[in-house]
């Protein structure tokens, strides 16, 4: 392990094979990952594709002799943050597309402008900065990675350290009272919602979705004897977000064609009784 | 005794208080209270005088500190008076002929009902004028200065629901304003100048100053006279101002007020003397204003505007006297008091005449009144030869010496100088005449003539108290109006011998105004006999055209002259081109400026901005993406920025 | 390789990230492509650390991620709060702030 150590820490201009090999691969691949996030029509693939490219971020932290924050970025990052993502994603409406059609008149020449501009300025900067050797870590990770970030965090940027402890303290207090809803009623008591149950149009339960034996998704409303839906078989939130799917003219159409048939076979088995 | 200084001012002002704060009440007793308080103000003068008498020349001025007034570091404005003979002459005349016309007006006002309110106003102007001579510095003499003319506003509108007495009033203090700037003007030189407005520091030092500041502060100071003395070219006022009652006529409009600009110049002699270029303009527009009063006299039927005319005339020949220097100051001032006389007393005459004759003014309704009012005709007919100089009277003596003190100037100046006031004289004696003649002598026009009616402008609305009959029955007026008259009179006659004759006047004023006889290119009776030829070819020439052949009741169209001097030789007209149109045209090109340009500019400014805005507003869309975009945008700048810097 | 590459990589994906934030219009996206874009400098700040062989940059991309969670605790909670009360998680439905 010291040899290896002692070849990182002297200055050099360039990375093993292997190491160019994973770059140029997952380079790509987070590119793309990126590509995707902006481009996917749907939240929740742009979040999938998002912890693809962190995961590979990840990677390259370990690749770059960072390999607290290459755990910290899987765990935290991916793990708990794209979570949380997810979460308001299911939240929002896991199926609802955005249209990526533009409606500000020019925003999408512009922000191609100045992104082009942008990176061309950035590489440009990066280029110019003659950057042809490396110090490496290994001087600085000998007496571990973990232990050498500590003795900084706890030394040099402890107030900052502290600093984002309050902040966090702060942010997690502060997404509370932003989801916190005042209640502006009086809680209906047991009573009154039992009279208004047993007074309201529905003494027993709302009729169940789905029709029967044939559909028994949820978001589908149940037919009425005339073959009409039912609004009332199906929850309030997919009404509200249009998510209801009509089959009472598949339904009629279905028995249509199973009379059809049948009436075909009853006429074949008559014809064969000649 | 120099307490009696300060009591001299505070009886009429006084009077002035009690009679304008105390209301109807006191509209019984009113007249005799002011009457009373100008008399104890006239007692105390003459207390004054006499006490002045028994010192010796070089001891006579008295001063008294009252209060300091507005005492600032480096601004120390005082309370004080000084007593000398000059403003003796003046306490004497003010307060005397004062008195003699409140008494007067105790007859004249009779019948209106706003007497008590005349007097607090005679009152208080006899207060503002005794301020205004007995001021030991400049600033207390501008506060009696502006006094006088809040009181000769007030006098000459007295009968503010006539309109033309209304607008009169108000012409008169315009007109008066911008006088008022001119020693407001001087008064703020002379504080830079001299650090000082007493009249010790500021005469006292007067070589100290530059001949610039000497010049301006002397230019300054003859604008005020003028304003207030009416000489041309800010004579417009004194025509009008006849409006006010005839007793303010002969008090403020003959005898004192309109004599206050004589009394500044040569109590600013030291500054006058000091510049002669400015003693020129003053000998120029007191010469200007001689012949032109004197034409203007001539030309007016209304018996007042005449003797307006030949006011302004006379006081042309005091500032004319007063231009020439040391030689004129003395005989400015004779004039002056022996003018203050006469002239009063023939407006006192004249009043009577109106009172008489159921105030009508037009001297072609009169004629032959010598009959029906014999003490008037003797009074005014004293005061009539006394102002054309007959030899004997006073205005002989005063007049006179201002002729031959005219040539004394000496040089071409001296002879045209000698010429115009001998021009003066003739004219002065043949509008005089024509006045006379018209009134007193020929045909008793008015006879089967109607009255005006008392709407029409420039009559008397007392005419209503007598009725407006057809026909006017002139009659004598009661003592109260005749005594004054017949005193006067007696002024009018002795007056300038007890001045002239052995020069009494001269060394009594000398260590106030200095003296100078002058070398006259002339001998003194050569100067009298010109003056006395002069009287009679102006007498001959009036008599001829007035006396000899009856007058038309209705003016005849006359010469060009003739029309202009009607008009008061277009100085309205003039006043109306040049100040009101020419005004009118400034103010609307300002307008036109202020519109186009100014309002351009402000409006332009905010038009464009407002379109700027309209334009930029645009970028506010509310979009965050949009916002993030410019941004964005920016970083792109600024990193491009960083970059070159770095690159160069 | 010379690891400036990361550097390159990083001002790719910062681009990709920049780019995304001003086109898509779903809060959530424009959220997950500011994480992208803190998530490119994190990659610059560790690469950093590599060139300069000291731990620094390392320190500095730590901070980056706390912030980046607190930042996106509260995001969330705005975005969810919004979605509440308008139905939609477009962002550019919230521009009443215009005249």
Known sequence: MSAPTELLAAAASHTSTGEAFQFWVLGTVAVIGALCTILMKKAVHSALCLAGTMIILAIFYLANGAYFLGIVQIVVYTGAIMMLFLFVVMLVGVTAADSLKETIKGQRWWAAACGLGFGVLLIAGIGNASLTTFTGLGAANANGNVEGLATLIFTKYVFAFEITGALLITSAVGAMVLTHRERTERAKTQREMSEERVRGKHLPPLPAPGVYARHNAVDIAGLLPDGTPSELTVNQTLRGRGQIRDVSSEAIADLKALEQRSEERLGRDEEAVK | MENLIALLIAAPLLGAAVLLCGGRRLDKAGHWLGTLLAGASFVIGAVLFVDMLGRSADHRTVTKHLFSWIPVEGFQANVGFQLDQLSMTFVLLITGVGTLIHIYSIGYMEHDENRRRFFGYLNLFLAAMLLLVLADNYLLLYVGWEGVGLASYLLIGFWQHKPSAATAAKKAFLVNRVGDMGLSIAIMVMFTTFGSFAFSTVLGETGGASSGRNTAIGLMLLLAACGKSAQVPLQSWLGDAMEGPTPVSALIHAATMVTAGVYLITRSGAIFNAVPDVQTVVVIVGAVTLLFGAIVGCAKDDIKKALAGSTMSQIGYMVLATGLGPIGYVFAIMHLVTHGFFKAGLFLGAGSVMHGMNDEVDMRKYGGLRKYMPVTFVTFGLGYLAIIGFPGLSGFFSKDKIIEAAFAKGGTEGWILGAVTLLGAAITAYYMTRVMVMTFFGEERWKHAKTASPDQPGVEPAAETHGAHDEPHPHESPKSMTIPMIVLAFGSVFAGGIFGIGDRFVKWLEPVTSFDHGNSPVAEWTVTAATIVCLLIGVGLAVAQYGRKPVPAVAPRGSLLTRAARRDLLQDDFNHVVLVRGGEHLTRSLVYLDHSLVDGVVNGTAASVGGLSGRLRKLQNGFARSYAVSMFGGAVVIIAATLLMRAV | ?99
Do not use: W
């Open chain 3, 1 to 99: 390789m010379n690891p400036v590459n990361y550097l390159y990589l990083a001002a790719l994906l910062f681009t990709i990230g920049a780019a995304g934030v001003l086109i898509r219009r779903n809060a959530i996206v424009v959220f997950m492509c500011v994480e992208l874009m803190l998530n490119a400098c994190n990659l610059a700040f560790v690469c950093f650390s590599r060139l300069h062989g000291n731990l620094d940059g390392q320190i500095i991309a730590f901070f980056t991620m706390v912030v980046a969670a607190a930042e996106v605790v509260v995001g969330l909670a705005i975005i969810v709060s919004l979605f509440r009360s308008r139905h939609s998680a477009s962002v550019d439905d919230a521009s009443l702030m215009k005249l």
